[in-house]
């Protein structure tokens, strides 16, 4: 099990031919995702070629919408390896055309620009009042099943599969967490993305793992800046069974300064890394103060692995 990817997820590339596009597409296929094609309205009608895992060839067509693509593939999920300029628009006719998720990797999307996608995300619905397409992102490193799906930027060699659920606004530190748990291995790793407008949320994020039979714990990363933590405590407080660690970057940040992430400003007391930290404690959450000590906190809160069977 898994959450929002998994080994059946079919996967198409918009900017699949552009140099970011078309490095990630390899390593994607590399890592084993299923991507069946890829969007350029411009390249329409041509192909690409890259190895999958097992270092066979594969050609890969590119057309000119996602619509036309999902039509002629059966594509559920979307990767956006678009410039900053261009990325709405890439992210709407995802929309339009009804996709189930869209991972956004750009970074420097216009505030606005998100919101608006997020907007009609928000307002394109199934019959049951589901949202039907799930943004992730933007700048972020995407979504990763060990073993079975990468969507994103993320180093798929540093771990395996396994019980741990990580949710996490910084993409390096994801990268970290994962290595440092690596001997219990991951159901998902997501990175949301640290802008102020994301789709995905820690929320989101939390109520698919509680739900998610094979995730056994939850890491949670955070940073200064915004209340989404705090949120989070508070969704975990009232609906999370399974044992949550944490950890919030930026406890040394300045007082009004943007640190790396847009969305990661502290103004007063709001948005600090203490005040998330104090949140996330009251609600029952371990808290780290590096990344290598929340790693030791969820060994320690880790249940213990199930002997196998003499029947």
């Known amino acids: 099990m898994s959450i929002f990817i ?22 994607m296929l590399h890592a084993g995702t299923n991507i069946v094609g890829g969007v350029n309205a411009r390249k329409a009608g041509t192909t690409v070629k890259h190895k999958d895992q097992h270092g066979a060839e594969v050609e890969l067509p590119v057309f000119g919408s996602v619509k036309e693509a999902m039509a002629e593939t059966g594509a559920d999920v979307s990767i956006v390896f678009v410039p900053p300029a261009f990325t709405k628009d890439a992210v709407v006719e995802a929309i339009e055309a ?22 009609l995300a928000q307002s394109k619905q199934d019959a049951n009042g589901n949202q039907i397409t799930r943004i992730i992102g933007p700048n972020c490193p995407g979504i990763i099943t060990p073993g079975e799906s990468l969507v994103g930027i993320t180093p798929a060699n540093i771990t395996g599969k396994g019980g741990v659920g990580l949710v996490s606004k910084s993409g390096t530190l994801t990268y970290q967490m994962m290595y440092e748990l690596r001997d219990l291995g ?34 949670m990363i955070g940073e200064i800046g915004g209340d989404a933590e705090e949120r989070a ?11 949550v660690v ?42 780290g103060k590096t990344p290598s000590e929340t790693a030791h906190l969820l060994r320690e809160v880790y249940p213990e692995r199930e002997e196998p069977s003499n029947l």
């Not at 997820?9 to 390593?27: D, L, N, Y």
């Not at 405590?233 to 044992?243: L, Q």
């Open 6 to 27: 998994n080994k059946d997820s079919k996967v198409i590339v918009q900017g699949i031919t552009g140099g970011e596009g078309s490095k990630h597409t390899a390593r």
């Open 98 to 119: 009804g996709i189930g998720l869209v991972v956004v990797i750009t970074e420097g999307v216009p505030v606005q620009d998100s919101a608006e996608f997020w907007a």
């Open 186 to 219: 991951f159901s998902t790793a997501i990175g949301i993305g640290g802008d102020p407008v994301i789709g995905t949320t820690h929320i989101d994020a939390l109520a698919a793992f509680e739900a998610d039979p094979e995730t056994k714990a939850i890491v």
């Open 233 to 243: 405590a508070e969704f975990i407080k009232n609906n999370v069974t399974k044992p």
């Open 246 to 287: 944490g950890y919030v970057a930026g406890f040394t940040a300045p007082e009004g300064k943007t640190m790396g992430h847009a969305g990661a400003i502290v103004s007063g007391s709001s948005g600090t890394a203490q005040a998330k930290k104090e949140a996330l404690e009251a609600a029952g959450v371990k808290v």
